[in-house]
């Protein structure tokens, strides 16, 4: 049964009427800057918004700067058109927060039985986890996709390598059409509890950060401010995709930071109890129900299809 995801976050914003607008746990690495980015993939509102401390009482404003979010709770509201003092002209904002839901990522048998598929050739790449950290025993190594094979249909790259990224906020979702996920460039090592954490969108990969791991849920001490080591591939052609990389960073804010964060589904092996409405009559119960038919199709996708070259280079357009 689908449950809500427990609350992790020590950092909250809501409006005027104390509504939940977004979220995420400070490990002290977050600037004003990066949280204002992505408040803006996040919301949805024509307004102008500032950021106050606490209550729409409060005077002390934030702006985009270095200065790390400071744990605590935060609300969001619209200037008024009077001089200051700010308090006194502070009004309601009338903001909606996006209608895009987190991409669902495959259930973890369906998960394991693809991972598997490519551990090889992303060992031989990578021969070590990509998320650097205390050794870890060569077995407990699996492949990890960057872009989720639950929808193998979704988005198309063409060969190319990666180019250096400038400063830029989170991009949009990608959205076309005709793929193949088996790719080395769609791949990274990661020890067993990460490939979880990753698959469930608690931790990204900023690659216009300097590639620097960020974590929206509390439990992430040991990775938070690291780095993705890049620096054993030399070939550009089949190392881990920057637009792929940002898609999952923007997953991880659709599901963890926008709003009170969305509902957890695992639905495990067995038989689905589709008789509560109140879950599978909405439209992300059935997106969700659609992926996980479809994964439990999945074995005999893979068969018809035939194997898929794991070292086919690829690359977004």
Same mark, same amino acid.
């Given at each position: 049964m689908p449950s809500r995801i427990l609350d992790q976050r020590n950092v909250a914003v809501g409006d005027y009427y104390g509504n939940v607008l977004a979220g995420f746990h400070q490990y002290g690495s977050v600037s004003w800057k990066t949280f204002f980015s992505w408040l803006v993939v996040l919301l949805d509102t024509a307004d102008p918004w500032i950021v106050i401390k606490g209550d729409r009482l409060s005077s002390e404003q934030y702006f985009p700067s270095s200065a790390l979010v400071m744990p605590g709770r935060y609300?969001?509201? /619209?200037?008024?058109?009077?001089?200051?003092?700010?308090?006194?002209?502070?009004?309601?904002?009338?903001?909606?927060?996006?209608?895009?839901? &987190?991409? +669902?990522?495959? @259930?973890?048998? &369906?998960?394991?039985?693809? *991972? @598997?598929?490519?551990?090889?050739?992303?060992?031989?790449? =990578?021969? !070590?986890?990509?998320?650097?950290?205390?050794?870890?025993?060569?077995?407990?190594?699996?492949? *990890?996709?960057?872009?989720?094979?639950?929808?193998?249909?979704?988005?198309?790259? !063409?060969? !190319? +390598? #990666?180019? $250096?990224?400038? &400063?830029?906020?989170? #991009?949009?979702?990608?959205?076309? *059409?005709?793929?193949?996920?088996?790719?080395?460039?769609?791949?990274?090592?990661? #020890?067993?509890?990460?490939? =979880? $954490?990753? $698959?469930e969108y608690e931790f990204g990969i900023d690659p216009d950060d300097g590639y620097r791991? /960020?974590?929206?849920? *509390?439990?992430?001490?040991?990775?938070?401010? #690291?780095? %993705?080591?890049?620096?054993?591939? @030399?070939?550009? /052609?089949?190392?881990? %995709? =920057?637009q792929l990389l940002r898609d999952h960073f923007l997953q991880g804010l659709l599901k963890h930071v926008k709003g009170r964060g969305e509902r957890h589904w695992d639905f495990g092996a067995g038989a689905l109890d589709l008789s509560d409405m109140d879950v599978w009559g909405t439209e992300e119960g059935k997106e969700r129900l659609e992926v996980e038919l479809e994964n439990r199709l999945s074995e005999h996708r893979l068969k018809q299809e035939g194997p898929v070259p794991s070292g086919l280079p690829v690359s977004v357009r």
């Open positions: 609300t969001l509201l /619209t200037p008024g058109r009077q001089p200051p003092p700010a308090s006194t002209h502070l009004t309601p904002l009338r903001v909606k927060l996006t209608p895009v839901h &987190a991409r +669902g990522r495959q @259930s973890i048998p &369906a998960r394991a039985r693809h *991972a @598997s598929l490519n551990l090889n050739s992303t060992k031989v790449r =990578d021969r !070590k986890c990509m998320i650097p950290g205390e050794g870890i025993s060569w077995c407990k190594l699996q492949s *990890a996709h960057l872009f989720s094979g639950a929808h193998p249909t979704e988005v198309r790259w !063409k060969p !190319k +390598g #990666r180019p $250096a990224s400038p &400063a830029a906020p989170v #991009r949009p979702a990608l959205s076309t *059409a005709g793929s193949r996920c088996g790719s080395l460039q769609n791949m990274l090592l990661l #020890r067993g509890d990460l490939h =979880d $954490a990753w $698959a791991i /960020t974590a929206f849920v *509390a439990g992430h001490d040991s990775i938070v401010g #690291r780095d %993705l080591q890049l620096d054993h591939i @030399s070939d550009p /052609t089949v190392g881990p %995709l =920057d």
